[in-house]
Structure formats: structure tokens, C-alpha cells
């Protein structure tokens, strides 16, 4: 089985620009809550606060995303992209169709 090379980088860009729209997106959400307490109730200002970090999380988990992404096309680059790295068998392209940024197969998962 051989992996279509130019599929795995369409499918890594386009999940890299899916994260950065959402890191856009989600930008206003991870801003500092303000405290004032005339506009905004003390619970109020709690739930700004939690959904604040609800956000924040959301952020450092597409980060680490947006880094195995940078590390798949670093794979791609070595002409490793596709076997895993524990036992070096051939990932499936339908494993890669899902998670583009796989680097174990399911074995080694």
C-alpha cells in the first residue's frame, strides 16, 4: 500500500488552517474578564470566567495540534511520513484520512 504523499499534505494544511480560523474565532473568549461589577453580577462574571478558561484549554489543545501538524510535515519532509516510529509498519491511508498527524499505527497506538 503506498501513501498518496500529496493527499497528506492537503489534508494536514487544511486541518492547520481549520485550527488557526478556530484560534481566530475563539480569540474574544480567552480575552481577560474584566471586573465590573455594574455591568456584569458576580455570577455572571463567574461564568465569563469559566468559559474563559473552557477557551484557554481549547487553545493550548490546538496548539498541540497545530505542533503535530509541524511535525508530520517535518515526516513528510524525511520521507517518514506514513510508517510509524515504533515499529516502522506502513500507517493506512484510511488511519492517515482520519488523524493526518498519526505517527503510530494502531498496533502501537
Excluded at 35 to 53: K, W, Y
Aim: charged share 35%; hydrophobic share 40%; with cysteine.
Amino acid at each position: 500500500m503506498t501513501i498518496d504523499l500529496e493527499k497528506a499534505r492537503a489534508r494536514l494544511q487544511e486541518k492547520q488552517i481549520e485550527l488557526e480560523a478556530l484560534s481566530q474565532l475563539s480569540k474574544e473568549a480567552r480575552d481577560i474578564v474584566e471586573l465590573d461589577q455594574q455591568a456584569v453580577g458576580r455570577l455572571s462574571r463567574m461564568d465569563a470566567m469559566q468559559q474563559q478558561a473552557m477557551a484557554e484549554a481549547q487553545e493550548r489543545t490546538r496548539n498541540l495540534d497545530l505542533t503535530w501538524i509541524e511535525m508530520a510535515n517535518r515526516r513528510l519532509t524525511d520521507d517518514d511520513y506514513g510508517y510509524c516510529v515504533n515499529c516502522d509498519d506502513e500507517i493506512p491511508d484510511a488511519r492517515l484520512a482520519i488523524d493526518p498527524m498519526a505517527e503510530r499505527c494502531v498496533k502501537c497506538a
